[in-house]
C-alpha cells in the first residue's frame, strides 16, 4: 500500500519528521510510506488555483497515485502549524487527493500533552467536506516527551510507545484494507 506522509514540521531536526523516518523504516513490511515534502508549497491564494504555481503542481502530482495518507503533526499554540494547514488547504481542491483515502495521524512533541490538541484539530480539518480524508476512527499516535523517548539518531527507545504505534499501524492496516474491499465492490 502506498501512503504519502505529510508532516507539519520543516525544521532540520524535527523530532515529528524523525518519528515518520522511523515509521518508514519499521513498518516497510506492510506499508510503502513516501514522505513528501511541503516546504516550498505556495502559500493557498483562490486567484491562482486555476493555474497553480509548479510547486503545487509538483506536490499534488507526487499524491495522486497514492492509496493512503499519513499526516505528522506537531503541536504549535495548541493546532496545527500553518504550512501543514496550507498544503491541505490545496488538496482540498481541484482534484481532492485526500478525498475518501484512508488517513491515520500521529505527532509527536516535547510537551507532555502530545500534540493532543492538534490532533483534535486535525481530525476535524481532514473531515471537512473539501478533505473527506477517511480518517482512522479510535486510534492516535500521540509522542510526548518525544525528546526522552528517541536516541540521537531518530530510534524510538521507549518499547511502550513502540509496541503502542506498532498496534496502531495493524488496525490501520485492516481499516485500509476494508476500506479497498468496500472501494471495489
Ligand atoms: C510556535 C510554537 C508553538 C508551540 N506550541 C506548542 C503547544 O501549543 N503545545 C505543545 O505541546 N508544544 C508546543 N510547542 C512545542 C513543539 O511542539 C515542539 O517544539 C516540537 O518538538 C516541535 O516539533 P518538531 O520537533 O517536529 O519540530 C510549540 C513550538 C513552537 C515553535
Not at 525544521?11 to 513498518?27: A, G, H, P
Not at 488547504?89 to 516535547?110: H, N, Q, V, Y
Not at 524510538?156 to 485492516?174: C, H, M, P
Request: without cysteine; proline residues 3%.
Amino acid at each position: 500500500m502506498k501512503v504519502a506522509a505529510l508532516v507539519g514540521s520543516i525544521r532540520k531536526d524535527s523530532y515529528n519528521m524523525k518519528l515518520t523516518t522511523f515509521m518508514k523504516d519499521r513498518y516497510k513490511d506492510h506499508l510503502d510510506i513516501k514522505i513528501v515534502q511541503i516546504r516550498d508549497l505556495a502559500h493557498y491564494d483562490q486567484d491562482i488555483e486555476s493555474e497553480a504555481p509548479a510547486s503545487v503542481q509538483n506536490f499534488k502530482a507526487q499524491l495522486s497515485d497514492v492509496d493512503a495518507f499519513l499526516v505528522v503533526t506537531p503541536e504549535f499554540n495548541h493546532s496545527i502549524p500553518g504550512v501543514l494547514k496550507n498544503a491541505l488547504d490545496w488538496l482540498s481542491r481541484g482534484e481532492k487527493e485526500m478525498e475518501g483515502k484512508p488517513t491515520f495521524i500521529a505527532g509527536a512533541t516535547m510537551g507532555i500533552l502530545g500534540t493532543v490538541r492538534a490532533q483534535m484539530h486535525l481530525r476535524q480539518i481532514l473531515n471537512a467536506p473539501g478533505m473527506g480524508a477517511q480518517v482512522l476512527p479510535g486510534n492516535e499516535i500521540l509522542v510526548g516527551q518525544v525528546q526522552n523517548k528517541m536516541d540521537e539518531y531518530g530510534q524510538l527507545t521507549d518499547q511502550k510507545t513502540i509496541d503502542f504505534i506498532d498496534g496502531v499501524v495493524d488496525t490501520f492496516v485492516s481499516y485500509a484494507g476494508e476500506k479497498f474491499s468496500q472501494a471495489t465492490v
